[in-house]
C-alpha cells in the first residue's frame, strides 16, 4: 500500500510559479506510474498530468501543456509537478495519486488506486 503527501501549495499571483510534491512512502514506488489531479470548488476533479514508472513518459491536460511539468524523483519516492505561467482558473486542490489500472487512458481517475490528502493552490488576479 502506497501513502501518499502533497506539499508546496499555496497563494500565488496569475503569472507566478509553485512548485508540488508528493512524497510516497512504499518500497515499491518506482514501480508505479504517477498522476496529479485538481478538483475547484463545484467542480468534478480533472487530469493534469501523469509519468510513468521510470520517468521517461509524461501526458498532460491540453490546459496545463506547456506551463506545467511534471517528474519524478524515484531515490526520494517523490513526484513534482512544477506549474509555471498560472492563471485563476488554475485554482484548485491538487492531488496526487498512485495509477494501478493500466488499461485504458491514463487521465481516467479511475484508474487510480491510492490518494494523497491534496494541496490548495490558489491563483489570484
Known amino acids: 500500500q502506497e501513502r501518499l503527501a502533497e506539499s508546496g501549495g499555496g497563494l500565488v499571483q496569475a503569472g507566478g510559479s509553485l512548485r508540488l510534491s508528493c512524497a510516497g512512502s512504499g518500497r515499491t514506488f518506482g514501480s508505479y506510474a504517477m498522476g496529479w489531479f485538481r478538483q475547484a470548488p463545484g467542480k468534478a476533479r480533472e487530469f493534469v498530468a501523469t509519468i510513468n514508472a521510470s520517468g521517461g513518459s509524461t501526458y498532460y491536460a491540453d490546459s496545463v501543456k506547456g506551463r506545467f511539468t511534471i517528474s519524478r524523483d524515484n531515490t526520494q519516492k517523490t513526484v513534482y509537478l512544477q506549474m509555471n505561467s498560472l492563471k485563476p482558473e488554475d485554482t484548485a486542490i491538487y492531488y496526487c495519486?498512485?495509477?494501478?489500472?493500466?488499461?485504458?487512458?491514463?487521465?481516467?481517475?479511475?484508474?487510480?488506486?491510492?490518494w494523497g490528502q491534496g494541496t490548495q493552490v490558489t491563483v489570484s488576479s
Open positions: 495519486a498512485v495509477r494501478t489500472v493500466y488499461s485504458g487512458p491514463a487521465s481516467s481517475d479511475h484508474k487510480y488506486g491510492y
